[in-house]
């Protein structure tokens, strides 16, 4: 069965410190990959998405960036968070190729990352 | 543009039946899911819509019109775990990218 782990679970940065947001998946093979953002009472934002390793496409121009350095691995980093950057972070996958069924995501646990 | 619309909140009793609305205009079309969000929680998946009509699993309910550009969640004898934010989302054949709705926060009170 696929499961997808992210983490950590929270986390409290000082503005203007790096970050680094890891999500891997396991029990399948080349996931789309989904960074989302989702702010208190807000609905889900994308942030990034990704079809293969190396390739990210940005929906949302911040000061956020995205990396898949392998098949199942996606990261979220920030080299100077913002106070603006506080929110819900949901990593996702969904099964890559032309299947109806193929948009279906599955989401991992979430980061609630507090810019203080 | 793409817009997804869904009420903000709704209330409803235990044991009772309570049916969340969407409407959506979107450029293409390929389904329509349903998550449930509880709080501080990510979001599960529970229903699919490509074609019109209902489909039925369990408690819940998911009916879709096409036409209309309509879909509704129906939620049987409800219980207090019910109680979450209910997430409608549709693939517009864009890249493999859903467009979300903002949610609607149900309250099951006793």
């Known amino acids: 069965s696929q499961t997808i782990h992210q983490w950590p679970a929270t986390l409290v940065q000082p503005v203007g410190s790096p970050l680094s947001l890891e999500c891997t998946v396991e029990g399948t093979s080349n996931p789309n990959l989904y960074w989302y953002r989702q702010a208190a009472g807000r609905g889900l934002q994308l942030l990034f998405y990704?079809?293969?390793?190396?390739?990210i496409s940005s929906e949302v121009p911040q000061n956020l960036s995205a990396s898949r350095p392998q098949d199942r691995q996606f990261i979220l980093s920030s080299k100077k968070l913002l106070l603006s950057d506080s929110g819900f972070y949901l990593c996702a996958w969904s099964r890559g190729g032309g299947t109806i069924l193929n948009t279906e995501a599955f989401f991992g646990q979430g980061t609630r990352l507090t810019v203080v | 543009g793409q817009n997804i619309d869904q009420p903000t909140e709704m209330t409803a009793t235990e044991g009772a039946i309570v049916q969340i609305n969407c409407t959506y205009q979107t450029s293409g079309f390929n389904g329509l899911f349903w998550y449930q969000q509880h709080a501080g929680e990510a979001p599960t998946f529970l229903s699919y819509?490509?074609l019109d009509g209902l489909e039925e699993k369990g408690r819940f309910s998911s009916f879709l019109s096409r036409s209309k550009g309509y879909s509704y969640l129906l939620l049987k004898e409800l219980q207090m775990k019910d109680s979450a934010s209910y997430l409608c989302?549709?693939?517009?054949?864009?890249?493999?990218?859903?467009?979300w709705g903002l949610g609607t926060s149900l309250a099951v009170n006793p």
């Open positions: 989302a549709v693939d517009a054949g864009n890249n493999r990218k859903l467009i």
């Open positions: 990704s079809v293969g390793i190396g390739q």
């Open positions: 819509n490509v």
